[in-house]
């Protein structure tokens, strides 16, 4: 049998009396332990091992109250004045309340107390009772001693218990229980020898190797299921560390990364993707434009091509939006509401190599803030411009990404952007739900041909918070920026 070096002293110890019923005391004493925790761990394991029972018994222990400390070094009332009365050849209520034993709170309770003594009042002095009171006041005392050391209720005198149960702040009870342990038949057929204490090494040292005792001892076996305190050190933010995941996603799929600026134009944030310039999501409840600078210039060819294509459609053979176009809309600053505006402008830097770039910014819309929306918030971006680019091509990718993400299931729906045709809706399942995690399309003609591309190009735009709602199951966007540190270090590693 596997015992430890506790539940083998413990086992010894009641063997020598196989007979008695153990107490803590007396399993303490035997064992020369002072911790009790040994007793009740030892015990315990003894129990479950079928070599010790335990019985419990539950026992109320009394002890003093606020009132009855005071009592026990000054003495119960009725005994200082009692004391008094003997003393002093005035009796009367006046003498007592002058005398200063009693406190004028006191004094009301102590008339009661001499009063069930057999004390009388006459005349407004007291008159002693015939009979003789000390014995009486020495059990009260001896009663309040009792109490001040702590103990059990039936060692108590009841008459006496019932009497101070109904005086306030005397005494107090608590509930305890309390075990006994004796020595059950598998115990005692236990061999003497299994019962040897051995060294039981929780830690290996250096020392302990170099010696000899190892070579006898016990190795306290490790659980791997138990309970941890989880160190907290330094580690990136959830968001960061995600934006690293999908980072290294498209970098592997070969892609290249872009990256672009806060502020930028109506023109190329808008203007350029043929969203046309009275469209309500250009309105300052939804952008966000700067003061200062109020306008940016742009190249004048960009503009005219811009008032051509959104007037009567340029060459594209589009008819356009119509209406009269304008330049000073066009050069308006603002915070960049999507991200689509950095690939746009990399297409019109490099429209005639083929490429696959993909970018993670930062974007502002003026939202009010709930559950789902953040007025900044990220976009995962990218493009594919190459000979034969097509919506399989696009739907691929994308399904190719958010597969390596672990969400296999995606689906795409019809949709409409203005700077894309045919245009869709990526929607991944998550928890048996199909959630809305960004749009995609192939950039029309309005859109590549003022800025010369010479291939299709696939283009997609997604909500990274939304994602990371997903990846971390959240229910609140807004958990991600609250610095909450308890739920960051609680945060799985991604
Ligand atoms: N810019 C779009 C948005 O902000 C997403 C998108 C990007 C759609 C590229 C089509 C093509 O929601």
Redesign the pocket.
Known sequence: MDLSNNEKRMLKALRSDGDQTWDLDSVLAACAWNDQAHVAGAGLALADKGLVEIETVSATHWGLGPEGVKAHSEGLLERRLFDFLIASEDKSMRAVQASGVASKQEVGIGVGLLKGLGFTLEQGAFVMPSEDMGVMLVARKSFIEQCADGVDENDLDADLLAHFKKRKGLIESTDATARTWRLSPAGSRISETDLEERLQVVQITPDLLQGEEWRHADFKSYDVNLAAPTPAGGRPHPMMALIERIRAIFLEMGFDELDGDYVQTAGWNMDALFIPQDHPAREMQDTFYTTNPKSIEIPQKHLDDWAAIHEHGGDTGSTGWGGSYSLDESRKGLLR????VN?IRYLADNPDTPCRVFGIGR?FRKESIDRTHLPEFH?I?G?IMEPGASLPMLVTTLKTFYAKMGYPEVRVRPAY?P??EP?LEIEVKWRGQWLEL????I?RPEVTEPIGCRWPVC?????LERLAMLVLGLDDIRQLYISDLEWLRSQPLL
């Open positions: 509401t999507h991200t689509t690939t974007v976009q971006e493009i952007f700077y894309t245009s960004g749009g995609a399309g950039f283009a997609w735009g997604m909500g």
